[in-house]
């Protein structure tokens, strides 16, 4: 336990001081300084194995030299993405607005309007981090669930950032966090979530026409509660700016087979993300065990 508590305690302070470097940059000379450390060192990586084998198999055509373009320009992203992380909170200020689009949002106001709430769903595209970010700029006031990390001292640190930053409650995969969610959808608030990752108790819909075992949680609240799901993609364009897109909304059929419908709005939630992928493959993170190796 002393040893754990240690290695927690060192991994916190060698953060804490990259936090604190990287803070003293501009946003886009800690965006470039990120995306130019990804492009030299990512691809090198022994883990950046596992980006060629699975851009192989979910696009086989691609050739050799494709595949090392989309490697390079994923860790480009990375990069900039974790030197962006002491900068969030530049993204919500008034002047800096520019620097995220907004794009689709016509559906998602009209459901505000009506008073009611919904699930913003995406993948972890962009800087994933500036979706609530952009939720709660627009207006819809709600949280964000997210993966506690294993150091329970940088996880504060990132419950802090992203609450402080982002302006969205912070709800924790797991029962707790499924009760905050209810709470929130059930008084017409907005939640954020990434669906992407693989999920050992999730179900096996496809992805790329393999096999991906995907949580099912979204598909049962728009059965059970009847919550709208709104997909969306954070695109990153030029340096630290950003397009958000919203797309149309997903509905369950309240008459259908509640099985049969979970699996059809999880196999549409990932038809989603495929087609996104597939439009820009270097700007999803590829190095998520998403399928089995």
Known sequence: MKKTTFKYRLEALLLSIGIWIVGRLSLDRASAIGGWLGRQFGPRLGITRRARRRIKRAMPELSDNEIERIVTAMWDNLGRVAF???????????????????????????????????????????????????MNREGFKGG??????????????????????????????????????????????????????????????????????????????????????????????????????VYPQIEANPTADPASETIRLTQLLNDFLEARIREKPENWFWLHNRWTD
């Open 84 to 134: 962006e992380y002491p900068h969030i909170d530049t993204f919500r200020k008034p002047e800096e607005a520019h620097r995220i689009e907004v794009i689709g949002m016509e559906a998602l106001k009209a459901h505000k309007a009506a008073g009611k709430g919904g699930l913003l769903l995406s993948g972890h595209f962009g800087n994933f981090e500036l979706l609530p970010v952009a």
């Open 144 to 245: 964000e669930v997210y993966r506690p990390a294993n150091n329970p001292i940088v996880n504060q640190w990132m419950l802090d950032m992203r609450s402080g930053k982002t302006g969205s409650i912070q709800i924790p995969k797991g029962r707790k966090g499924t009760r905050d969610l209810l709470t929130i959808l059930r008084n017409n608030g907005f939640v954020a979530m990434l669906f992407d990752q693989k999920m050992r108790e999730g179900i096996e819909v496809t992805l790329f026409g393999i096999p991906s075992m995907t949580t099912p949680a979204p598909a049962g609240l728009a059965i059970r509660l009847g919550t709208v799901l709104f997909p969306a993609c954070i695109e990153r364009l030029e340096g630290a700016n950003f397009r958000v897109r």
